[in-house]
T-cell receptor, first 114, second 112 residues
Framework: DAGVTQSPTHLIKTRGQHVTLRCSPI?????VSWYQQVLGQGPQFIFQ???????GRGNFPDRFSARQFPNYSSELNVNALLLGDSALYLC?????????????FGPGTRLTVT | EDQVTQSPEALRLQEGESSSLNCSYT??????LFWYRQDPGKGPEFLFT???AGEEKEKERLKATLTKKESFLHITAPKPEDSATYLC?????????????FGAGTRLAVHP
């Protein structure tokens, strides 16, 4: 079975630009979460979506937004990029937004802002 | 505030030298504690879920245990391919949804 997929793998952007990252969850999983991982740190929670509804949001500015589509895939958008947004962006899927807590991660998108 | 602290930050072992990694946590209403393995530049790979104090899980050379305040990941007779960063995460009842709170990880290097 295919795991969580993310695209693109790598991305280089300039300060002030915007970026869209994409994620497809494991087949049958309805919950998608996004995390940001800065080098040397653990992942930090950004958003969680379940059945196209936002379930939770971490401590990130409004420049970060996301959405989930009817097929449960998801997009993370970041506007007005800053140098500090350079990180590995991880998508994780789970089978149920509430009852099952295990989350499975994709390979990530490495974003570099110059 | 929910929090996870992992120690040591880095650990160097000789092949076959067993050791333990520590994960201390503070969480409101623990729903689960998770261990992940992460190789450089890749996404975390799920290893174990522990739900209640006293629970233990095993997989090959790895064994995870849980108490009310901490979890240990025991590595028995490690091999060089066990070299990776090991991440601990918790999820609790706050907010009504299941976000993972991660520690900074332990970087394990196993030398032949």
């Amino acid at each position: 079975d295919a795991g969580v997929t993310q695209s693109p793998t790598h991305l280089i952007k300039t300060r002030g630009q915007h970026v869209t990252l994409r994620c497809s969850p494991i087949s049958g999983h309805k919950s998608v979460s996004w995390y940001q991982q800065v080098l040397g740190q653990g992942p930090q929670f950004i958003f969680q979506y379940y059945e196209k509804e936002e379930r939770g949001r971490g401590n990130f500015p409004d420049r970060f937004s996301a959405r989930q589509f009817p097929n449960y895939s998801s997009e993370l958008n970041v506007n007005a990029l800053l140098l500090g947004d350079s990180a590995l962006y991880l998508c994780a899927s789970a089978s149920d937004g509430g009852g099952t807590y295990e989350q499975y991660f994709g390979p990530g998108t490495r974003l570099t802002v110059t | 505030e929910d929090q996870v602290t992992q120690s040591p930050e880095a650990l160097r072992l000789q092949e076959g030298e067993s050791s333990s990694l520590n994960c201390s946590y503070t969480v409101s209403g623990l729903r689960g504690l998770f261990w992940y393995r992460q190789d450089p530049g890749k996404g975390p790979e799920f290893l174990f879920t522990l739900y209640s104090a006293g629970e233990e899980k095993e997989k090959e050379r790895l064994k995870a245990t849980l108490t009310k305040k901490e979890s240990f990941l025991h590595i028995t007779a490690p091999k060089p391919e066990d070299s990776a960063t090991y991440l601990c995460a918790v999820t609790g009842i706050s907010g009504g949804y299941n976000k993972l709170i991660f520690g900074a990880g332990t970087r394990l290097a196993v030398h032949p």
